[in-house]
């Protein structure tokens, strides 16, 4: 018979090699999700501070600080896609290959507890893309609106000043590219494209498990030729 310390030994070691995985996911993913609610904090600031320039004498200096303000904002959402650009792609490509599995183990359990157990962890998965991509949307729509606090700013009475005029229109066309997240430029972290991934997940799903199942019948014992079912997998 083994010691009587090598269970307790190896439900420390268990808990040491599934937990500090877990831990270390968990404080990069809220890392991430701070600094996206703060830099979108910041362009909402940056839209008020851009409408509060109607009326302003000194527009020149006032539009030299928040261009500067834009671009911080702009390197360290570029800092944000160096760092965790490759982690999410990973993320990504195995939820999609954890959500295709656990639905196709939900619609093939015998057992109601067991295919309960398999589609609450598909919904877990789906729930944390979901708020990846509500984050990156949010972190999106707060740059977009940036345009139109531009707009907003009391350009009319500027149509004097060319170097200001100038200014605002550079301004403008860099604003309408819209900060985001992506995944190694394969995909933009967005409700659109968790709306793509969800509708392709379904299709593929189905797919599978269609094939699945054309595969464990024939591979059945009780199958024969006779079986009514044969022309659905043929």
């Not at 350009?155 to 100038?166: A, D, F, I, P, Y």
């Not at 229109?169 to 995909?187: G, S």
């Amino acid at each position: 018979t083994p010691p009587s310390y090598i269970y307790p030994l190896t439900l420390l070691w268990s808990f040491w090699a599934f937990g500090l995985p877990m831990l270390i996911g968990m404080v990069s993913e809220l890392v991430l999700y701070g600094f996206i609610v703060v830099i979108s904090i910041e362009f909402e600031i940056l839209s008020k501070r851009y409408q509060h320039l109607k009326g302003q004498l000194a527009i020149d200096k006032a539009l030299r600080s928040l261009v500067d303000h834009h671009n911080e904002l702009s390197s360290h959402v570029m800092k944000l896609e160096n760092i965790f650009s490759f982690p999410l792609f990973c993320n990504f490509i195995a939820s999609s290959f954890v959500i295709c599995f656990t639905a196709f183990q939900a619609s093939i359990a015998t057992e109601v507890a067991e295919s309960f157990q398999m589609a609450f962890y598909c919904v877990i998965n789906l729930i944390q893309i979901l708020l990846q991509c509500y984050l990156g949307q949010v972190l999106k729509s707060a740059s977009e609106r940036l345009i139109c606090a531009i707009y907003d700013c009391g350009w009319e009475e500027q149509l004097r000043k060319l170097k200001v005029t100038k200014g605002l229109v550079l301004i403008m066309r860099k604003a309408q590219n819209p900060t985001m997240i992506t995944t190694m430029k394969f995909a933009d972290i967005t409700l659109y494209q968790f709306s793509t991934v969800r509708y392709s997940l379904s299709c593929h799903t189905i797919e599978t498990c269609s094939i699945f199942y054309c595969f464990f019948f024939r591979l059945s014992p009780t199958h024969t030729l006779t079986s009514p079912s044969v022309d659905v997998c043929t």
